[in-house]
């Protein structure tokens, strides 16, 4: 049996908030017992809405955050135990905004070596040389290497940030939000430069976003959080041929089409997003769930796997 190259266990992540002045703290588990595995070569696609637990995840990932509970593992090791040097050479991230993530006091050629500095690789000319090389890869022109990120467009500032994580040759990259930030028309270049690159360079992608139009473009296999927990997990086509889970048709209900006379969409979830410090008994789904019993009240469903399509919900639509 093949090892995943990246595996969470039963992750769990509990935060002390605070609950008001004279309240003291209490317990907000943003993410809450997720398992899931990352094969070489795949992208998988983590999908929610707003506050689900989806960046909290690529943070214990990435070691900026530590689990509560659980357990990582990286090529069938534990994370704990693998350096941090060397961690950060074989993971990197993509973040949302890129204007926020680049330096702007530091040129884009100076940005973009930055990983062979902390690293220590070679001399001056071998640096040099990966940067020119890297910038090519990406599309962005030689004269942009003197430049600052506020000269930069969007999508030429989401290149360098490409462009500094490839300096490492990485095996998973995690992409969070990487084109929520960017124009829709620089959207889809953005897309198939990860997908060019994955199918050259051999990479594995993690891409994190709440726009289902991103993962149905560049994924592979998507999974849908919802309240800390992944609620159902299925390869890209037959998750959006056949949503199983009253959450994920609603979700795809919502997507906007190019269809004027269809309108807004609607999600029909009724109330708004629960409250994360004082979730729902029983299935958190049910107080927006068209389908939810008693049953849903009082008892969480377990995640339940059929011809490769997990989901946890009593009420799901049979697999095809």
Not at 12 to 17: E, I, L, N, S
Not at 50 to 66: D, R
Not at 116 to 132: D, F, P
Not at 184 to 196: A, F, G, R, T, W
Request: charge should be neutral; proline fraction near 8%; glycine fraction near 6%.
């Amino acid at each position: 049996m093949t090892t995943a190259l990246l595996q969470t266990e039963d992750i769990t992540k509990v935060y002390q908030v605070s609950a008001g002045v004279f309240k003291g703290k209490r317990s907000l588990a943003a993410v809450n017992g997720v398992s899931i595995d990352i094969n070489r070569g795949e992208v998988v696609g983590l999908v929610g809405e707003s506050g689900c637990g989806k960046s909290t995840i690529a943070k214990i990932i990435l070691s900026l955050e530590e689990a509560t509970s659980g357990q990582v593992y990286f090529d069938g090791e534990p994370m704990a135990t693998i350096d941090r040097k060397e961690r950060a050479r074989r993971i990197q991230p993509i973040f949302q905004d890129p204007y926020s993530s680049l330096n702007p006091r530091k040129s884009i050629g100076s940005i973009i070596s930055l990983p062979y500095r902390v690293h220590q690789i070679g001399n001056k000319a071998e640096m040099e040389a990966r940067v020119t090389e890297i910038m090519d890869t990406v599309g962005l022109p030689p004269r942009f290497r003197s430049s600052y990120p506020n000269q930069l467009s969007g999508g030429q500032r989401q290149r360098v940030a490409i462009a500094r994580a490839l300096m490492m040759k990485p095996e998973l990259v995690i992409c969070d939000e990487p084109t929520s930030a960017l124009d829709v028309s620089v959207q889809s270049q953005i897309l198939n430069l990860l997908l060019d690159l994955r199918e050259n360079r051999g990479l594995t992608y993690l891409i994190i976003t709440h726009d289902l139009s991103v993962v149905e473009h560049i994924a592979s296999r998507v999974a849908v959080m919802y309240l800390g927990r992944i609620v159902e997990e299925a390869a890209t086509d037959k998750l959006f041929q056949n949503p199983r889970h009253p959450y994920t048709q609603a979700l795809l209900t919502s997507v906007l089409t190019p269809e004027p006379r269809l309108g807004l969409p609607e999600t029909h979830l009724g109330i708004a997003y629960p409250n994360p410090i004082d979730p729902p008994p029983g299935c958190t789904f049910h107080p927006r769930c068209p389908k939810a019993t008693d049953r849903c009240q009082k008892d969480s469903p377990q995640p339940v796997s059929e011809k490769d399509h997990m989901v946890a919900c009593y009420f799901a639509e049979p697999p095809q």
